[in-house]
Each structure stands twice: as C-alpha cells, then as structure tokens.
C-alpha cells in the first residue's frame, strides 16, 4: 500500500518539475528496464514465494536461500550484457545515460527484490514491509531533490530509485544472510537451485508476455504519437494504478501465504477456500473503486497534475476497467500457479498478449490515448477469461456470486449518493463531495477487511480436510 501512495506521490511531484516529454522519457526508461528486470529475476520471485514457504526447518531455509541469491546473482550477469549491447546500440548522449542508470536500476532492483522476497516467503511480512515501503518512499523523495537540484532530466529521476536501492539493499542482505547454522553441503544447494530453476524458468514466457501485455501501449504510443502523450497516458494510469493497488493488492498478498500453505498441507480444495475468501473481499470492493474513478477520477487528477498533464475524461473510466480485470486475472489464476501448469499460464497471458499488441496498432493510430486503454481492457479481459475455468480445474473454489452482486448494489449506491449531493446547494463542486463521500468509502473498505479477517477465521474453524494420500 505504502508503494501505490509512493507512487501517485511521485506523480504529483515529477508532473510539477518536468515537462510531460520529460516525464514519458523516463516512463519509457522505467518500462524498459521492467521489462529486462521482470524477465531476468521476477521468475524466481514467484519461485521462492511457491517453493520457499514450504520449509519449516532452518536449514532447509537457509539451502533455498543461497540458492536463490546465487540464481539472483547471475540474472546480474546476464542483463548486464544486455545493457552492454544497449549502450552500443544507442546513438545519443541522453540515450547512453538512460540505458546506463536503467541497468542500474533493474540490476539493483533484482538484487532488492530477490532479498526481500525471503522474508514474505518465510512469514516474516514485518521486515518485507519496512523494507519495501522505505525505498518506495526514498526512491520518490531522492528522485525529486535531484531532479529539482541537478537538472530536470529523466536521468536523474531514475537516478533517485537508483540510490534509494543503494540505501536499503545492504542491511537488508545483512539481515538475511546473517542467519547462522552448519555449513550446507554444495550438493543441497544445487538440489534447490535445480528446483527453483525447473519451476520458474518455465515462467519467463508467462512474464514476457505478461510485459507485453502491460507495457507494449507506451512504445506504440511513442512510435505513433509521441513521448509528450507518453508522458500524459503514463500519469494517468499510474494513478488509477495507484488507486486500484492500494485498495486490492493488498487482500491478495495476505491471502496468498495462508493459500500456499494451505495447498501443501490439506490439497487444492482447502486452498480454493483461501481464495474465495479473497475473492468475495475484492468483488465487494472493485465496484466501488470503478465507481470512484468513474465519477472522481478525472477531478483527482486536475488536483494531482499540471494542465499539461490532462487526458480524455473516458480514459480514467476504461484504464480502471481494465485494471480490474487484470487483478481479477491474478486472483483467478492461482490454481494453476499453485498445480505448478505454468504453461496453461503462459499460453493463456500469450494469447491476451497477442490481442493487446494487435488492439493496439490498429486503435492508437486511430482513437490515440483512449485507443490504448481500449486495447489494455481488451487484453485483460481476454486473459482474465482464459484463467478462470483453467485455474478452477486445478483448484476448485465456489465463485462468490452473491457477493459480486453486493458490490454491484453498492457502485449504484454509490453513484445514487454522488448524485444526490451533485443537487444540494453548495455541493456542485465534485472536490466537495468528494471530501463527504470518501469517509463514507473508507468505512466500507474497513468493513470489507473486517469481514475478510472474519471470513478466514469462520474458515479455520470449519473440519480440516483429511490429508492427500501419497
């Protein structure tokens, strides 16, 4: 949560020092260093997470963990090449220089990633936390000293993450490795390694296609219309991002430890409990955070970022359409992440891949920026489609209807209310009514987690399931 605020933060402060050319050089930058990080390391973060929080004893942690680093180590090795042959193949001084700190960026942050993925992995979300949301908000607070003190450049907004990363990443590999036990033998080592590779390399397909799929619209934006509504489209999604993460990722990261043990203890059926859990807390919730944007979205954003900065009124509407359907998606496919069908993922995300990139060739060049959201929902909705009864099969878990319903009955209470206040006397300001509407959300999202904590306590309480037979 901390992460999402960072970054709607980092919006309204990088859209009041840079131009929006500026500001889509370095969405560009960002996008294209996420690509080779989420193709060099993400894998084994989703690897660690499915294979780490199995172990229970000390040294069989310590095993995965060196394994694990020594994995993160040469995902260093292998983009640093690519960066090699970046920086030969860019043309200009600006150019060296964003390919240089983007490698400093992705190359850190796998090593950053890779560390403090143990500790969620190992039921330590207090140090995960601390970390992660440290460097979120150093990496926004460094980016904006240099940008204003040095010069207003894309460089040095990466620069600022790059620093941030050289802030936390010591103490927290510290922290790790410090962790003492008897000396692991070569052979364990390469055991684990063997297994970590066997189960996330497969995955690099998934995640190609899934940074295609989430990131192709910026460069056919940049090709077809330019780095000035590169910069305008990367604001505002950023902030529906922005909005929807704070308000939904975090259900599923607190679910999906309890779902991963779960699944190791008592089978398939008690972990699609553990998701259903979840999934009736997020379809009570995504309505109304459609509704939100739907009717505020566009208002929040003129309060956020300069004039230059301005986008279609639909867009907000579309991109947080789309984002829902894409974390639905990430709800719906955990039976086959968990059942270890990696490649039912990866043809799944491939094909949404393939919709997305044609969408968008053929909607940019004729809708622009509301083409490009057109082509996002497009894709998401496609891949969220494919999951479901595939993730099902592996997984069985009751799809909440009721509840999906409850939280449509909300949205339309929730836009019955705006309205009425649209027509009292005084309240015609949508900045108004927004600041008597959001109290009456925020107790709704505290009822929601309430519910999910006693949800998940109704659910333990319940007959465990006998244990798979071998």
Known sequence: ???????LAGVVIFTRLVRPDVYGAYALTIAAASIALTLSGEWLQTATLRLLAGQQRVNHRRVYVRALLQLTLASVGLLTVAAAVGLHAARTTL?????????????????????????????????????RSVYSVLRILLAAMLAALVAPSPVWLVGGSVMALLLVLPPAAFQLL?????????????????????????????????????LSDRFFLQGLLGSTEVGMYSVTYSLVVGATTTLLQPILAAVYPAMVGAWQREGPAAAGRELATALRIYLLLAPLVLCGLLLFGNDVLALLAPAAYRTPRALIAILAAALLCWN?????????????????????????????????FFFIARFGLIGAACAT?????????????????????????????AGVIAGGVFIGLETLLARVPGLQTPTLRLVLVAPLAFLGYAGAVYGLGELRLRARSQPPIAPRQP
């Open 178 to 214: 410090r962790e003492g036990g008897p000396e692991i033998p070569p052979g364990r080592i390469a055991l684990a390694r063997s297994r970590v590779v066997s189960f996330g390399l497969p995955l690099i397909g998934w995640y190609a296609a899934s940074q295609t799929l989430n």
């Open 95 to 131: 150019g060296k220089e964003l390919v240089v700190a983007g490698w400093l960026y992705a190359a850190l942050t796998i090593l950053f990633q890779g560390t403090t993925i143990c500790f969620q992995a190992t039921f330590e979300p207090t140090r995960f936390a601390i970390y």
């Open 328 to 360: 639905a998606g990430l709800y719906l496919q955990k039976g086959l992440e968990l059942g270890l069908r990696s490649r039912d993922l990866v043809k799944a995300l491939s094909i949404a891949a393939g919709v997305n990139v044609v969408a968008n």
């Open 1 to 7: 949560m901390v992460n999402a605020i960072s970054t």
């Open 377 to 405: 929902l497009a894709g998401y909705a496609v891949y969220a489609g494919q999951v479901w009864p595939r993730s099902r099969a592996a997984m069985p878990f009751t799809f909440p209807l009721r509840a999906a319903a």
